[in-house]
């Protein structure tokens, strides 16, 4: 398994990836810039996110939106941000991609004599809104608040999540933005993936041209900090919600450790379907629980690991926990089954071809290229990635689940209908998130 | 090396050519419908069967029953019961999905190209030997009530289901696709035998083999997985009424004490898929606000900031559905958006109709990506799968985008009078009454409480 690419450095410092791909007579753009929440200082978190907004709202030689431009060339655009890294992409028809590199660039070397007080108020109202909607409107949606900040000191840059608090992103200045920007998009900071219809060597011409006069900017420190918990923690959220739901959660190792993929695995046995033992525990067999998920989120610095159940009406969440912490136990004793392993590698393993799919997007060739590159400085890495679950046996994962789900404590949230905290795990203690 | 002009846009280069899929068709002994398209781009291939058997199909007394018989499809069907299925499903790194559409249950399995017949097989036997087995019944159902349940808390799932039942009211098109609490108690397992002997049939389903395989493959995969499938075609869809009810334009209000943010729908019953104005509305919708920059969008979130965003769209049925606008705002400014969402409407029809520029626009964006949707082995099941549904030759890729360019501004103008009436919107505000409430009548909106749900 292989993205073949052709791979430079400009002089100031960016990397450009190229991977051609006649398919369809498109071309994607992706441009990664190595800064998430997680290089937000306290007291200004949000802000990764809320600059991300910034960049589509114009540049000094196109002070009009960005959106524009692309949606009348036939193209889609849209950009992310989470903890460890913000992304910006574009897929165009390739008669195009000349005008999507000119944008990219443009914002990339121009940015701030186009950016306003009046856009940064206005973009900041969107995202409030944004939060509105996603968090605070949603069931339990916020719930990831309350984890994080369980799981993290408060000086540890995981501890907030990328939406930020809306007292943060009320006190951020269009000053910060303009910091914001110097100090972390610039070429030595970002990656520039090209995947599609195109001539490699015209398209690292084009970059040339448009990227190669951008000035080199500042060293970038990366933050690394350890996470670990000291005890566990037993906290209990009132939300709109109709059935209580049980969430755990404990630190894992980063994205590409060997560990990551065993974890990536334990996640599969545990709750993907309906051979799964969580789901078979809790909802197929006994109707304690209306649904179950297991997931391994990874980043950069360090990994969670969520269980979440939802209960069914009447039923408690201790029972759940109970089942949990049975389950848990037994996969860390003896390890997933040769049928499990099988299962959970086989959906692995397919999952890296549906992955690759597309040049670009959310997700897509260009995206995947990036994100090698930006974690691992090898934008060919997929091999790599794709053998650690070749190499994770049944005493790989058992050894992965007894170290940090059963050695190390967790965090348990438990969110439950307003006015009724009884419902929670007994002896949590309640929280509130910003 | 050149230096960068930047004090203009690159103009576009030449468009390179795109040829679009060849969809091949037969038609088996049993009466169903084939249809296979080679595409090479990845080793994949997906497999989407469509029965037109949907929502729409429900019985009066059992709405959600479609949905209740396609949960139940993966199950347990032939020698496999639900576990078994999914083990199967997941050691050849197969996707499955079932959905219920208002005029279709859709089945879509997605594999590794070299485990297609595996999952041709899979698809026959959840489409011709499903269990439907007593048992998983009862815990299905005790699944949907749950969910059925959690729904109450969904501001958007509220919003939608204000809307449908308030413009489409008795039409079959009325009910949420999962039913009521009600008749899911009620449906027995007969009632679902009973929906899948009906509906699930070949003279009324359609296959749609995608991906990488030779048509010939493909043919010799159908003939193996569905040659023996016999039936009586469905008889129909049931008598339905000719129309949904003409509406009045009105606010209705669905309480939901102490929300930060108010959820929104404006809507109307519109166009069906057929209407030979499908391309004007397409261009209408662009403008207005079915993209990014539209006249709502750029109003409501990026002039005002009162949202994150708001969405405007036609739902292209068999029979006229739903026109509706999208959005959560903040709550000091639920009645301003209301309003405004309802000006912009009414001036597009009225003092600031689509202009020559935004109809150029709105062709370019519109198709000139339209090649995109062309990637995936999945993308073109799918597009075929809707072709087929809604009975569009196989030149409907090919002319689309001629067609989108031949579309006038007297066009645009005349589709939309026909298919969207200003005076006929009605809006659905979810949100906090004490803070609304006030606002609207400020501004002159009259409201009425929607009726509360039982559950």
Redesign the interface.
Known sequence: MDIACTTHTLANGLDVIVHEDRHIPMAAVSVWYHVGSRHEQPGRTGFAHLFEHLMFKGSAHHPAGYFEALQEAGGLVNGSTNTDRTNYWEVVPSQSLELALWMESDRMGHLLPALSEEKFTTEREVVLNERRQNYENRPYGLSSVALASALFAPDHPYSWVTIGAPADLLASTVDDARAFFRAFYHPGNASLAIAGDVDVDDTLALVERYFGEIAPGPAVEHPRRDATLAAPAQLVLEDRVELPRLSLAWHTPAMFHDDDAAMDIAADVLANGKTSRLYRALVYDTRLAADVSALQASHEMSSVFHIAATAAPGKPLSAIAEVIERTLDDLAATGPTADELERATARAEAQFVYRVQTIGGFGGKSDQLNAYNVYTGSPRFIRDDRERYSRATASSVAAAVRQWLRAAPGVALSVVPRGQIALGMPGATPVRPA | ??R?D??R??A???????TFPAVERTVLAGGLDVRLITHR????VSLIALVRGGSSADPVDRPGLAAFTADLLDDGAGALD??G???V???????ADIEVWPDATVVTI???ARHVARASALLADLLMRPRLAPADVD?VR??RL??L??M????ATLADRALTRAIFGQHPYGHPGIGDPDAVRATTVDDIRGFHAHSYCPGGTTVVIAGDLSIAEGVALAEEAFGGWTGAPMNGRGPRPASAPESLGRVLVVPRP????S?LRVGQVSAPRNTPDYHALLLWNAVLGG???SRLNLNL????????GVRSGFDFRRDPGPFSIHT???TSATAAATSEILREVAELHSTRPVTADELA?AK??V??????G????QQVARAVAQMSLHDIGPEHFEEFVPRLNAVTLDDVSAAAARHVRPDQLTAVVVGDPAEVEPQLRARGLSYVRAEEESA
């Open positions: 090396m050149s960068v930047r004090t846009l690159p576009p280069g030449t468009p390179r050519p795109f781009a990845a080793p994949i639900g576990p299925l999914a083990d499903l997941a050691r050849i790194g197969a996707e997605t594999t590794l815990r005790g699944l749950d969910r349940r959690q109450r808390a969904q501001a102490g929300a930060s943010q959820e993209q990014f920059v979130r990026q002039a005002k900031g009162y949202t994150y959560s705002v903040q626009r370019a964006a198709g000139l990506g339209y090649p995109r062309f990637e995936t082995a």
